[in-house]
């Protein structure tokens, strides 16, 4: 599932005519980066919710037939239902396996892992922390999630789910943060550290500085670099 229903408020004035994640990074959609990278690593079909502007994500892809996938799509109306609400909202679609959700407005070389580690209800990767973030969201700790710990991290947006970690949601408005902090209190959520290439394309700066950064000799986005702005939960 790739989240695509956010305003984008922080990015305005760009988006005030055009959601975020079409916002061109290198030339390319920010969204259809995802869709790349998840086609390539074997995924087939991918659920992506909408809300402001909504019909532009839609017409600019379609079915998803043009990338080697099939999108599922779930308009949830003028309001988004944030994250948890979100994927609460999407789950008749997503079937009884874990699944991966990301944010479509990040950009990343990486992806989490396919498969959920047993006995677990979700597995996230985390990203050093930004000078923006600097406290980070959780603790790591010798592959666990943490709410405190010695060296702290930032949720980077992406991560696999388990449907019973939402299942017994009401329905409506929910934030991630309150549902990974009651499986955590359970030890039931895994994580690892991503150093790879990850920007929360969260303002006109930073896309302006990613965009800079494809521009400059050389460079084709694939850095081991870790490029870690803010946090998404």
């Known amino acids: ?17 055009m959601p975020k994640p079409l916002l061109p990074v290198a ?6 980066w995802h869709l790349q990278r998840l086609a390539a690593a074997g ?4 659920i992506i919710n909408l809300s402001w502007q909504g019909e532009q994500l ?17 308009d949830e109306g003028p309001k988004p239902l944030e994250t948890a ?18 944010n479509a407005d990040i950009f990343s070389d990486g992806l989490p892992p396919l498969i959920l580690p047993t006995g677990r209800l979700a597995h996230l990767l985390l990203v050093p922390n930004p000078t923006q ?12 999630l943490r709410l405190t710990g010695a060296r702290r991290y930032t949720f980077s947006g992406m991560g696999i789910y388990s449907q019973a970690l939402f299942s017994d949601l009401v329905p409506g408005r929910r934030p991630l943060r309150p549902v990974l902090d009651r499986a955590l209190h ?4 895994s994580a690892e550290l991503f150093t ?14 990613l965009n800079a950064m494809f521009s400059s000799a050389g460079n084709t986005g694939s850095s081991n670099s870790s490029a870690a702005i803010g946090p998404t939960t």
């Open 1 to 17: 599932m790739l989240l695509a229903a956010g305003r984008g408020e922080r990015m305005r004035p760009l988006t005030d005519h």
């Open 27 to 32: 030339n390319k959609p920010l969204i259809v």
């Open 43 to 46: 995924v087939s079909e991918v």
């Open 58 to 74: 839609r017409a600019a892809l379609g079915s998803g037939a043009d990338f080697g996938l099939s999108i599922h799509w779930i």
């Open 85 to 102: 609400g979100g994927i609460r909202n999407a789950l008749p679609l997503l079937g009884d396996a874990p699944f991966v959700v990301i």
């Open 133 to 144: 973030h600097p406290t980070g969201d959780f603790g790591l700790e010798a592959g666990e």
């Open 186 to 189: 359970a030890g039931l959520i």
């Open 196 to 209: 790879g290439q990850w920007v929360d394309v969260g303002t006109p700066e930073r896309l302006s500085a």
